[in-house]
Each structure stands twice: as structure tokens, then as C-alpha cells.
């Protein structure tokens, strides 16, 4: 079964000839009472193809597609296991069967080296680094929590830049890397430069170098932190507030008091050039004091990855232009109050 490719080349594709498919509006009829909607029963058990209306037998040797759901194991019970797993994409112009020899030889050593032949008649060079490719992203995304469908399409970007021979001479880890980074964005799950980094100890150079060469090749459209973020490819503030929220077990209007502080800062050019979590982290303090919600500076510094003299300078621009970033009807419902604010933090 051919699967489309994930991840096309931004260059315009070649036009490809019409593949030939099955007529659709040629109907089956039973000659001899030629209804124009015929009542054609399959009777699988016969192998039979026979008209509903007059029982002439229409054609014979009939392949029974249903399932089948009897068991050929030895154990008791049912076994209702097919002839193996789906077909992976992923493993697509690759020999997806398995063979495993065993490895009692009576100590003759001759089960190891079975083994090792099979290994090298099986699968070829580039296909056993691929595979172990997909392993490290297994890995890593394990480590680093994230979902199967985010690991998938890291694969998948990383098998079509395997494809193209976009990124020899860059290091594994770099590219897989980069391909994970890519992943976290297209999910709308995005992960900053230095978690990527610390997962896979990276330097940020070279990951930045793979993201771009990966980025101008499949012209790929950059997730939900594009408009914030520009071409940085660095998540925006509002995407980490999320998780940022979560972690400090902070209610859910916080990070509502939070976005909004974040976009009336933007808008008024408020912290401009910080970085997004710099900005996340100094929103949350910001939010904190503003709703009278009990949260240290400490806390909040450990879970963004930045100081806490960051946070405070991030938070003393804010307080400076209190007003505009403060809503008149948050302070008419009495959600926040403006004396809660410490002046002291300003100095």
C-alpha cells in the first residue's frame, strides 16, 4: 500500500501521469432477468455469486474478505491476533517482517552466527541507521514526555530528510534533534531552544543551523507562535503559559489574567526584544501579585528556566505601565486590585 510522502519539498512537484483506476459506473446484472437494480448475494460458504431475484449463479470461486476469527494457537482460549501488525508508514520500500532465530544451539555457536547473517541479509546499512534513528526518538521523547503523535511526525520529517540528503555532515543528534523541535511546533506543543538542548545536550548553534536547513527545505509553516515569535522559530509566551500554569498549580483564571497581559504589553511595545520566558515568567509573577495568589518568585523561576533577577525585571517593566496593561472592568468585578503590587520590587 503506497502512503503519500509526509513533508513535500517546497519546490513546485513535477506533474505526474493519470494513474489508471476502475470504472465505477460499470454495474453487475443478471442476464436473464435483467433488473436494472439487481439483488446479487454473496454466499461465501459456497464460494458462490448468485442473483437474489431468479438464483442464477452469476460467478463461482468467491474470496471471502471478511475476518476470520478462528485460532490456530495450541493454548486454550481465544486468539483473535491476524497475521501480524498493521503496515507502518514509517517503514514504507522496507521488509517489515521479522526473523528470529533462537538461541539454543547445544553450544556450538552456531545460533550467533545465524543471527548475525540474518541481520546483515535483512536489512542494509541505511536501513539499520534509520532504524536506530527512530529509536533515539523514541528515546527522547519518552524522556521527554511527549506523545506518540509527536514522535511520528519527528520520524517522518527526519525519513524524508534522510530522503533528500538534506542535512550530511550534520551530527545525528543534531538533526534528530531539530526533528523533534519541528515536531513539538507542527503539534502546537512548542518546546523552547534550551529544553530541546538540555534533553539532547545539544549546543544551540548547530540546532538552530539544522532547524533553518529544515525549515527552507520543506517550506514548513510554523505552528502557533509564528505571528509572536517572527522567524526565530522560539515558542511564544502564550504558548508556555500552559504548561508554565500547570506546573505552579495555579487556578485557571491566572493564566486568562496572564494572556491578556502578555498581548496589552505587545501591543503598547511593553518588554519588547525579552525572550518568551523571560516574558512568560514575569506575566505569572505579575498576574500573581495582581490576584492576590500566593506564589513565590522561586517557584516560578525553577519551572520557566530563568533567574529570578529576570523575572523581577521583567515584572518592574510591567509595573511601570500598570495602567494599560491593567483592564478598567477587572477592577470594577474586583478581580484585581492595584494595591496588592509591591513598590518595594521596583527599586
Known sequence: MAYPKPFPLASPPKPQ?????PDLSVRLICPDCRDPNPTIIEEFGAGDLVCGSCGLVLGDRVVDTRSEWRT???DEGDDPSRVGAAADPLMEGMEQLDTIIGFKDGGTGIARE???AATRSQNSRSERNL????????????????PKTISDIAKQLYKRADEEKLLRGKPLDAVIAACIFIACRQAHVPRTFREICNLTHVSKKVLGQCYKALEQAFNLTPGSSAARSGATGVAGPEDLLVR???HLDLPPHVQA????????AREHGIADGRSPVSIAGGAIYFACLLLGVSKAVKDISMV?????GTIKLVYRLYYTDRQKLVKKEWIADGKVNMDRLPVETTK
Open 72 to 74: 490456530f494457537a495450541n
Open 114 to 116: 545465524l543471527q548475525r
Open 304 to 308: 520557566a528556566g530563568v533567574s529570578e
Open 257 to 264: 489574567i496572564c494572556k491578556d497581559i502578555i498581548v496589552a
Open 17 to 21: 501521469q493519470a494513474a489508471f483506476a
Open 131 to 146: 532504524l536506530s534513528a527512530f529509536r533515539d526518538i523514541s528515546s527522547w521523547c519518552d524522556q521527554f514526555s511527549l
Open 244 to 246: 508554565y500554569c500547570n
